[in-house]
């Protein structure tokens, strides 16, 4: 949007191609509205001092208010007229006269411009330029270097526009003109953000907007704000763009600058149409198009057509939005042939033919404006026209031209900063690799659609964060993972119902129908194999399981919220025996007629989960609707494992009632409550094969003990804990992820446990202790004389845990030799001793961990990419103790427990301040570093008192950083304390981050911006 700027000093700058002479009042007056923007005023003037002078005007007097004239009738958007009165000066000049010359030539190529014909203008401006260079009209000059940069850039001849806006900047501070150097701010903002420098383009127009307004340059301003929209637009800051263009339309109208307005229009209705308003968007849009063909606007007509195709495609109009599209690219190839329009509207085309699956089409316009936008720069174009050319090839079936096109779409939008464009195009590359099928891929497709839906998360693009979870559910489906699916799709549908989107809500429906079956097939394969006994037994031997599940119970209700809830088991010796084990703002009469019911008619009717959103009016619970103890609220039942074809028992749920306007958080609550009815179900199974183990005298492993000694209230452990024991069941190869010291051995231990493979043997190589020679040797054994010191045949400990387990740590410490022997045993099951010529086969279950990132390893060529697949079978992530801060405290209460015991003394407990540090400080050696840390406190504390801070001594290694918390000020102690608050008010409610700032009094905006400022992520 160029244009020169209205000087502000001496008219005879402003016109100096003629001898300077006093002008009448009324030109006088004329300059004082011209230089404050007020057109419509300085016309009626000008026009009244062109009448005074008309018996006798000399040439420069004719030619002087000719331009004067033009230039009020340009500024008001009517192109027409202004072009008629500067050819009405032409006609007076004397070709000898540069400075007139030169004038009228610039102005003719900002009209020429205005109208879109680039090329012309750029020849005018050339002119303009060439004329003027040589004379002492500094202003005239940097007007016409403007003008050539503004035509470079529209071109896209980016080198020659950028030094032009330059020289032009350089020109009008040398003068000291600052509406210019104004102008040239502008022009530059606008010049970066063509090129997607987002940052240097708002830095350059909010300089030029508030030197505009120091100025009183509000027409002036009209543009800069309709720059600044643009770019908060492309930004995704729709409000503030909208703010923008409001602002600038309505000084465009009280100016009464046409073009101006036109353009505020043309936004107005983008904007809407991309937060749905779509009437507003059609009436801004239309308005538009018909003042832009009344005043012969191009530039502008095409935009409108363009635009409105844009609305009519979102609406699902694909064949009407290509009528506009065909229509704009006519007009656009008028003004440049191989112009940004011309791209962006090509784009659409592809958009189009792949709407209408016509592929062929849509690849070979992809490619042509592929070259159209090579030519012009308009890069933002192309990351959007190689996502639409790959998905494209997709449905060619050509996956791998699909995958490179997608990729290079997301490099392309990362290059111009463009992040949320990147992540679109990475979640588009994930649905690829979903729909290709294999395990490889989607084991790609989950980390793909999980960093994307984490960044639109972050952003706050909750539909875009809908697609992503439920991508993520397919995904884990089609994986295995169940429970995790499920996770997806609650949040999916949560963001799918506040955001009111239909189509994707129906989607949900059918896959969560699909995901509920697959989950009911799934729990009847999971039955214990152990034989029936006593429901007496489970509950009567076992005081303290009993009290261990009612603790949990009060832990999960204190995590929702409240509510109405309970466990009951069911019995095998007598018929319907149901017995309630812990509840929770329930009677028992309710609790037992409620458990009753569901094992007489639910699982046959519904399956093992169960959730009833209408209880009023759903007859399906009739029978119970008296018992329940809240009128109108949700319910949720959920089967707490089977025993053959049998459940063991249920976990009910009802929330209670609102306050206010508020309503049940489900997604959340049904989360909650499947992360831990996989954990009590796993408990009840475990007690159920210990008390089979004491009435057989098994001399096996207790499995609770198992997971007793993994202590934590934390979700995210607990979904892992969930996790393993959905797996152990099964022979899959489990890859356990996690920090040092965070307790991968004991849930790898865990796992073996609970697999048929239990009675069997647990073997644990540390990879990292070994030196490869030795460890090649240690896995898979070695015959005499095959080499220096092998005096006789060993058998490998992959033999020795036939029929049982090998948990192989630090398996990033390998060599890419034994990743190929180990690949190769994975793939055969047979094992080759060192010197050996003879293989055997191996029945050995294997468990993997690491503390390294992997998948980095193979990037740097240091892991086999194919080993790195084949050991990701079952990934399990164990979180470090610093993203487990509610654990802290249990944990270190547990080991002054130990230590009391096993030190004889009797510390009472933590002070406050030593609670404070530990649970600020980063825990780099996870809960064995605290273990150690605690010991080294019981030995320091005095016996019968607390734990000081005194007493809390860390490494020396961390020492400096636990030193500064020590000294921390009021100030500081506070802030630890509001981080601590904010992080369990967020743990506490799932990261639900708009309950959260309501339960801590906060706004969302102050909410997000402490998160940022104390770095908290989810699991914290």
Sequence with gaps: MPDRPSDKDDFSKKYPFRKYKTPVPEEELGDMHLATENYSVALEYFEKALNKIHKNPSPADLIRLYLKISDCYRKKGLLDEAWTFLKSAQTHCDESDRIAAGSIASRAGIILYDRGDVKKALKEGCKAYKLLRDTSEHHEVAHAQLLIANCYARLGQNNEAEQYFLDALSSYRRIGDHV??????????LFHKNACRWGRALDYLNKANELGKSL???????RVLLNLGIVHFKKRDFIEAQSDFVLAKKMARRSGDEMKYVRSNLMLGRVQAVLGNYPAAERHLLEARVLAERRGYAREIALADEYIGDLIMSKGGVDEAMENYSTALIEAKRISPRGDIVAEVLRRVVDVYLAKKIYGEAIAVGNNAVDVINENGELHELGFVQRSMGLAYFGLHDVDRALDLLQKSSITFK??????????????????????????ALVKARKIAGEASSFFEESEEFGDLAEGHFLLSKIQKELGSRDESLLHIFEAQRLAEDLKLKNLKRK????????????????KDKAVEEAPISLETIITDESEFKLFIGESLEELMGKLSDGHCFIALFGKDGPGRVVTIARHNISDSSSNKIARWFLEHGLAEVGDKFLVTDTPHDRRIAEIREQLPEEGMPVYFQVLGMDRASPLGVIFYQSIAPVGNTVPQLAKEIDLISTYAGFFGFLIRSNLT???????????ESLLDAFHKVITRNDAMLRVLGLAEKVAGSDATVLLMGETGTGKSLIARAIHNLS????????????????????????????????????????????????????????????????????????????????????????VRLIFASKVDLLGLCKEGRMLEDFYYRVNDFPLRVPPLRERVEDIHVLAEYYLKRFNKELGKGIRGFSDEALSILTSYNWPGNVRELEKLVKRAVILASDGGLISADDVSFDTLNGNAIGKARVKGLAGRMKDLEKRIISESLIRNGWNKSIASKELGISYPTLLKKIKEYDLTKGY
């Design 756 to 843: 048929p493979r239990r009675n069997a043997k647990f073997v644990h190589v540390n990879c990292a202790a070994l030196p490869e020679s030795i460890l090649e040797s240690e896995l898979f054994g070695h015959v005499k004389g095959s080499f220096t010191g092998a005096v006789v045949d060993k058998k490998g400990l992959l033999a020795e845990a036939d029929g049982g387990t090998i948990f192989l740590d630090e398996i990033g410490k390998t060599s890419l030799p034994l990743q190929g022997k180990l690949l190769q045993f994975l793939d055969t099951r047979q094992v080759r001793p060192v010197g050996s010529n003879e293989y055997f086969e191996v029945d």
């Design 690 to 700: 210990n008390a089979s183990n004491a009435q057989t005298s098994s001399k096996k």
């Design 216 to 222: 009183g340059l509000t027409v002036h301003r009209v």
């Design 415 to 440: 290059s111009l900063n463009n992040k949320y464009e990147a992540n679109v195009s990475m979640l588009r590359t994930a649905e690829v690799l979903y729909q290709s099928g294999s395990k490889e």
């Design 508 to 523: 949900i429906k059918r896959l969560r129908r699909s995901l509920e079956e697959d989950l009911a097939s799934h729990s």
């Design 180 to 189: 210019g150097e104004s102008y040239v701010m502008n022009n530059l903002g």
